[in-house]
């Protein structure tokens, strides 16, 4: 997952974007004595249900178990992908029925597995079943006949009870005008048929595929190709609009990384949705985390402006988990346990240097300035303080999957990436500015690396050995201790503080970061009125009061508040966000059963915020850590 943010989209329905980073995979060696042939038809699609075909190796006796898994890395919850699967059957070389018999909601037995030949089932596609509505739409499959086919296999392809390492070789057919871009290793390609080869299954997992138009672009990174593939139902966007947009940003996070990055591909899967396929998924957006790419889906109807920002957000996120878990990853997360969820102790590390690393990268590589950078940490404090702020780190982390840590999840977005600003100015301090917490995680990559897994219990030890006893204290104290973290006294020891500031907002319709400044009001009609309950500066010198009824919005009359026009209101009011300062808008409010006019230029709209500023009396010291903290 990522930060919650307001978009376009998310006003009246209050519907929150959740920005969803994980992790999988690791590389491929197909080179596997048991190998499990897997057949998929895009071409034989009925109701939104594609058949798949799984013809294992010979078993040497007894029961055969088959697994759909319930949870998947870099989403740490329970999806229980067997709901969408159905008609389960199991066949001999004869072609005879063998008796399949379902045990729970993701696990098949077959009792007499020396006979199994193959099975077959239906899939459904998460994207339009009531069920997939708990799954993240980046996690989940789209099936849309000759059109577009988001496959995420984790949610289509099971394994075999002691065969999570056995490989796959899996044969697609597809339609004609359609092209398949996945990580995936390709063995073939026609116009109507694709092999691809998977070492085990943690690549079926880690590997998602897209079919759909050729719309995509390619660029270089040193050694490493991007490809960009994009699917835009309405042609709105392509992805030559972000080709230079990515890769500048890729560009810097490629110098950031040095040579702890060893990726030789990475592949961005961007699918745009309609407005009925974001309120089928709550308003969710973002992207989920593969080794080697990334899918990423948002509301096809944002501006390409906003677009470009949030996919600058979530990319540079996803492209960090190339140094973790891809190079620097735990045995739980190597040899992941998909039924059961057993997690590791790191996500302090997982998402939380990752997140850390993406905004220090832009601050760094003059993306943006200190004060965007400052605003960034400075919101990370407020939004962790909404979270259990004793919970110890290392405890959240593995029992992520369960309550009460579940519900505390996003924590790893705010407090895990200030656990990492906090190491990195310890280390900075301790080293003289030569040192950062970036030089130990290339260490550490350059030690283990893709194929070997670290003990999850010995890690803070050989950190703790690579550096200072002050950053054992704080990872004993903060990360696996119960106490909050005084940001301050670490900001300080750099020549910043947090102090009484404002904070600039997103648009003039927001009177804090989260709120908008309407919400709906019971009227003697028995019908909904949208009132004014906030003001901000901008609004307010405007001409809004508090209780007013908002009835033309710069232009537009408001619709009745419907389930139906819901869309049509989320777009009126998130048209605010690309409004610029100098731009003149009009509304009419009706105020004590008077109709008013207000009217103005839209300007800069600002709430008051604790922010992380610079010190004014400074010493030469803090000042010289700064500058090697944030140059």
């Known amino acids: 997952m990522k930060r919650l943010i307001f978009t376009q989209n998310s006003l009246v329905l209050l519907l929150l974007i959740v920005m969803l980073k994980g992790c999988a995979s690791l590389v491929l060696n197909y080179k596997k004595s048991n190998v499990i042939e897997t057949y998929i038809d895009l071409n034989s699609v009925e109701n939104d249900q594609l058949i798949i075909t799984l013809d294992p190796e010979p078993f040497p006796a007894g029961e055969v178990t088959f697994y759909m898994p319930s949870v998947i890395p870099g989403t740490y919850q329970y999806s229980n992908f067997g709901r969408f699967i159905s008609d389960v059957k199991a066949f001999d070389k004869k072609g005879q029925p063998l008796v399949v018999a379902k045990e729970d909601a993701n696990t098949w037995k077959i009792v007499n597995g020396k006979q199994l030949d193959r099975i077959t089932y239906l899939v459904d596609d998460t994207f339009d079943s009531e069920e997939g509505k708990e799954v993240y739409p980046m996690a989940g499959t789209k099936i849309e006949k000759d059109e577009v086919y988001l496959l995420n296999l984790h949610a289509m392809v099971g394994y075999f009870k002691g065969g999570k390492e056995w490989a796959y070789r899996v044969t697609i057919d597809s339609p004609t005008d359609l092209v398949p871009f996945s990580s995936m290793e390709s063995a073939s390609h026609t116009a109507t048929q694709d092999v691809f080869l998977a070492d085990r299954y943690f690549n079926i997992i880690d590997d998602p595929i897209l079919y759909t138009n050729d719309d995509s672009v390619s660029f270089t990174l040193d050694d490493i190709e ?6 835009s139902p309405k042609g709105v966007h392509k992805a030559t609009d972000f080709k230079e947009t990515l890769e500048e940003m890729m560009q810097a996070q490629k110098r950031f990384l040095g040579n ?17 396929e974001l309120q089928h998924y709550g308003g969710m957006q973002g992207a989920l985390e593969h080794h080697t790419s990334t899918t990423v889906t948002f509301y096809e109807g944002l501006e390409t402006d906003s677009l470009k920002e949030y996919l600058v957000d979530v990319v540079s996120h996803e492209f960090f988990h190339t140094l973790t878990p ?24 997982y998402e939380g240097t990752t997140e850390y690393f993406a905004n220090l990268f832009q601050v760094q590589q003059n993306i943006i300035d200190e004060d965007n950078f400052y605003g960034r940490m400075s919101d990370k404090i407020s939004r962790a303080k909404r979270f259990n702020d004793n919970m110890p780190f290392t405890e959240m982390s593995t029992n992520i999957v369960d309550e009460p840590y579940q519900a505390n999840y996003q924590n790893v977005y ?3 990436a200030l656990i990492n600003m906090c190491l990195d100015i310890i280390i900075r301090e301790q080293s003289g500015g030569t040192r950062g917490f970036l030089n130990v995680m290339q260490a550490l990559a350059k030690k283990y690396g893709v194929d070997t897994p670290f003990t999850d219990n010995k890690l803070f030890d050989e950190i703790i050995s690579m550096t200072y006893p002050e950053v054992g204290a704080f990872i004993e104290t903060y990360i696996q201790g119960e106490t909050p973290i005084p940001y301050k006294n670490y900001l300080e020891k750099a020549g910043v503080t947090i102090s009484e500031t404002e904070k600039k907002l997103q648009s003039i319709i927001m009177i804090d970061p989260r709120t908008p400044f309407i919400a709906p009001k019971p009227n003697k009609a028995g019908s909904m009125d949208l009132a004014v309950k906030g003001l901000n500066n901008r609004l307010e010198e405007i001409g809004f009061q508090k209780g007013d009824l908002i009835r033309v919005f710069n232009g537009t009359e408001i619709p009745e508040l419907s389930q139906e026009n819901m869309g049509a209101l989320n777009m009126l009011f998130g048209a605010s966000f690309s409004w610029l300062p100098e731009q003149k808008v009009t509304f009419e409010v009706e105020r004590d059963g008077e109709r008013i ?9 600002v709430s008051p915020a604790k922010g992380i500023t610079a010190l004014e009396d400074a010493t030469p010291a803090q000042i010289a850590l700064r500058n090697a903290w944030l140059h």
């Open 226 to 231: 991007v490809n960009l593939a994009v699917y």
């Open 260 to 276: 702890a990055n060893t990726t030789k591909s990475y592949d961005i899967l961007l699918l745009l949705m309609s407005m009925e």
């Open 326 to 349: 891809l190079n620097v990853h735990s045995e739980q997360v190597h040899y992941f346990n998909y039924n059961e969820g057993v997690m590791s102790q790191h996500l302090w590390m």
């Open 414 to 416: 705010y407090k895990g």
């Open 597 to 605: 006019t207000l009217g103005g230029t839209v300007g800069i709209a």
